[in-house]
């Protein structure tokens, strides 16, 4: 089931400053304060009492601190479920600290004695069955088989590496010391697994990769609890040797560094939580760290055997030692030397991949842009084809209009031609042809046919009276077909008499030497039918 996310970040949400917080000044003060209070255990000053309430009322602070810092976090809705029962439980831890460390100044101060085991040593340890829930409470990347079994040995190799310091500086004398009673063995020897377990809990989960905005705070975290582990076995290894005293340089600044290593990570966590630059920032340190830690392990796994042979150097067996030492670290850098090579080998395959997928999702665009194109290309197309269309059946009702407009302006033009050149029946043999305005060749054509196709159907017209009462201008071509007329008529039986010649137009014919002898002339239209 994947990880129920918390609220997340709006574009409206106000973005505050990463300084603007009272948590970040508090983590500065608690800074600056082990600063000072290293530099005070370095060189000490007060009584003996005054030192103990110095260093009390440090790990008081700082206990309270990481308390206020993770519990704010736990009621951080912007964080998934998960996220927020995490920190919760490592509130109840550090919390839990807190009484412990009040436990333990109370007796050391009021009581003037430290009794063991004490209600301070049950506090202490249940603190590391909450920091164990806590710290794998916290959501993990999944991992496939091979990536199981790597992280595995790896774990593995850095347990037994580190844990090989804790066996024999604590563990191993712890068991063959002698204790008053059943339950100081126990509790004495559970502290040293405690501190063995929240390391290699811490170890486990960073290897499997947190996720999520705590990302980064996890690794402070495990910083944290390595420094805590560290410090413990310094105090175990101090107590064993009766040597250990409160504000002693080396454990509490350990202790110290450590509380301060998990104020830092809580703060992360809150700025992670509303800054996305943060929450998106991204490193390549944590991944070489996992990388490291395994040869680490390996060092100070084979150091503990040379530090254990070193007085017996002169015998074979301690010269065999130091031999196989010498082999396991050469065969160790070859195979560091290895992975090495394979990682790089791997980065640049991923490198080429990723390049690949670049080009494949650029083409990939450029696909998605041309056929955009065509589609839009098509569309212009469909467009435009349906705009000729109505262009074209604009265009053809316009012809067709037009061809009705002509074929109309035809039938006015024969109508008007027709009235032109009328052809009136006045008698069985008879008919009149008034002629008004200028006749030209056309118009004296016109006429032509026009007789002579009346004359053709009335059989028995034998007069055909041309009135040119109208008729103010003729030319040469006209009165050509004028005589050529009277001599289509006169073969068709009939003859054409003309009407009411003007004077004027009397003396064109006459300029025009035209001979109009053929033609019987009267002046007026009465005189020709009488």
Avoid at 39 to 63: E, H, K, T, Y
Avoid at 245 to 253: A, C, L, R, V
Avoid at 287 to 298: E, G, S
Avoid at 486 to 494: C, E
């Amino acid at each position: 089931m994947s990880e129920p996310r918390g609220i997340p970040i709006r574009p409206t949400d106000p973005q505050p400053s990463r300084w603007h917080d009272w948590g970040a000044w508090l983590m500065l003060a608690i800074a600056a304060y082990t600063v000072f209070y290293i530099i005070w255990l370095a060189f000490p000053v007060g009584n003996d009492v005054q030192r103990l309430i110095i260093a009390n009322i440090a790990f008081l602070l700082l206990s309270g601190a990481n308390t206020l810092l993770c519990a704010r976090l736990g009621v951080n809705r912007r964080l998934g479920v998960r996220v927020r029962r995490g920190w919760w439980i490592l509130c109840a831890g550090f919390f839990m600290l807190t009484v412990g460390n009040v436990l333990y100044t109370y007796q050391e101060l009021a009581l003037a004695t430290i009794p063991f085991p004490s209600l301070a040593d049950g506090v202490f340890l249940f603190c590391y069955l909450l920091w164990l829930w806590g710290m794998l409470t916290f959501p993990t990347k999944a991992v496939t088989e091979y990536d199981k079994v790597t992280l595995w040995f790896d774990s593995g190799i850095v347990m037994l590496g580190f844990g090989s310091v804790l066996w024999v500086l604590v563990i191993q004398p712890t068991i063959t010391a002698e204790y008053e009673s059943w339950l100081g063995a126990v509790v004495s020897l559970a502290f040293p697994l405690g501190s063995l377990l929240l390391f290699f809990t811490s170890v486990t989960v960073i290897y499997r990769r947190p996720v999520g905005v705590s990302q980064s705070a996890f690794y402070w975290l495990g910083l944290s609890f390595f420094l805590y582990v560290t410090a413990n076995t310094t105090y175990g290894y101090l107590s064993l040797q009766d040597v250990y005293y409160t504000g002693f340089f080396w454990t509490d600044s350990l202790f110290v560094l450590s509380w301060l290593a998990a104020v830092i990570a809580a703060q992360v966590q809150y700025w992670q939580t509303y800054l996305p630059e943060m929450a998106t920032f991204q490193t390549d340190w944590p991944r070489r760290l996992r990388t490291l830690l395994p040869y680490v392990a390996v060092a100070i796994g084979y150091g503990m055997p040379i530090y254990i042979a070193h007085e017996q150097i002169d015998t074979l067996v301690g010269q065999m030692i130091i031999i196989a030492i010498g082999l396991t670290i050469l065969l160790s850098l070859s195979q560091a030397r290895a992975k090495q090579v394979a990682q790089r080998a791997q980065n640049e395959a991923e490198a080429a991949r990723a390049a690949l997928d670049d080009s494949a999702a650029q083409l990939a665009q450029a696909n998605a842009d041309l056929a955009q194109a065509n589609a839009d290309l098509e569309q212009r197309v469909v467009v435009r084809t349906a705009d000729l269309e109505q262009a074209l059946v604009a265009q053809r009702a316009q012809a067709a209009e037009l061809r009705a407009s002509i074929r109309l302006q035809e039938q006015l033009s024969a109508t008007i031609v027709a009235l032109s050149v009328p052809v009136i029946p006045v008698r069985e043999d008879a008919l009149i042809v008034p002629i008004i305005g200028v006749v030209d060749s056309q118009r004296a054509e016109l006429l032509l046919s026009t007789i002579l196709c009346a004359v053709k159907d009335r059989q028995r017209v034998r007069l055909v009276f041309l009135d040119l009462t109208g008729v103010a201008l003729i030319d040469t071509a006209s009165a050509q077909v004028i005589i050529q007329m009277g001599h289509a008529v006169r073969l068709v039986g009939a003859e054409i008499v003309l009407v009411g010649v003007r004077p004027e137009l009397a003396q064109t014919l006459v300029e025009l030497h035209m001979d109009l002898t053929q033609f019987r002339t009267v002046a007026t239209l009465q005189q020709g039918l009488h």
